[in-house]
């Protein structure tokens, strides 16, 4: 089972550039996430869709645009990256395996911004 | 403000021996869950354990168990006979219940890299 596949794995942009990075999920879960990582600050929430057709602001949402089509993509689009945007990103999806909502996690994609 | 606390950057624990990990939390819901991930070097995140506020008993999962103290709103992790492969970073988080938009969100503490000595 695939899971939660990011794309690319990493990318080196340049400061002005735009770039989508892409999630798909094959576990039919209705709501995504966007997260960003930095050193020493953990996980912070870029933004939500509960379910397609509908999307959400996280705790840092500026500078980055989603988008949710269908039940399995959820793309996330930084329209003029900054170098303050170079970070770990990762996609994730919510389900019950076991009786709770898990979120399930994608390997990341390495992002720097120069 | 809802907020998740790790007050351990780094810790280093000699193998074999059983290791504590740090989690407070800060909510004024009634209902929540915790949560523990462990991230390795390679970068994946990995669920280890899971907590609801309302569950009487603390939860095990192998050599994982979350000492719950919900008066004083910790959840911390404990690792039992700790291995090599246990060197990672670990994150706490908590799932807070948003009424109006039922998403779950999660609440992430800034984490804990834990070195296990051979």
């Known amino acids: 089972t695939a899971g939660i596949t990011q794309a690319p794995t990493s990318q080196i942009l340049a400061a002005g550039r735009s770039m989508t990075l892409r999630c798909t999920q094959d576990m039919r879960h209705n709501a995504m996430y966007w997260y960003r990582q930095d050193l020493g600050l953990g996980l912070r929430l870029i933004h939500y869709s509960n379910t397609a057709g509908t999307t959400g602001k996280g705790e840092v949402p500026d500078g980055y645009s989603v988008s949710r089509a269908n039940t399995d993509d959820f793309p996330l689009t930084l329209a003029s990256a900054v170098p303050s945007q170079t970070s770990v990103y990762f996609c994730?999806?919510?389900?019950?395996?076991?009786?709770?909502?898990?979120?399930?996690f994608g390997p990341g994609t390495r992002l720097t911004v120069l | 403000a809802q907020k998740i606390t790790q007050t351990q950057p780094g810790m280093f624990v000699q193998e074999k021996e059983a290791v504590t990990l740090d989690c407070t939390y800060d909510t004024s819901d009634q209902s929540y869950g915790l949560f523990w991930y462990k991230q390795p070097s390679s970068g994946e995140m990995i669920f280890l354990i899971y907590?609801?506020?309302?569950d009487e008993q603390n939860a095990t999962e192998g050599r994982y168990s979350l000492n719950f103290q919900k008066a004083r709103k910790s959840a911390n992790l404990v690792i039992s006979a700790s291995q090599l492969g246990d060197s990672a970073m670990y994150f706490c988080a908590m799932r807070r219940t948003l009424v109006r938009d039922s998403n779950y969100q999660l609440i992430w503490g800034a984490g804990t890299k834990l070195i296990i000595k051979p």
């Open positions: 994730a999806s919510s389900g019950t395996t076991k009786g709770f909502y898990e979120q399930f």
């Open positions: 907590q609801g506020s309302y």
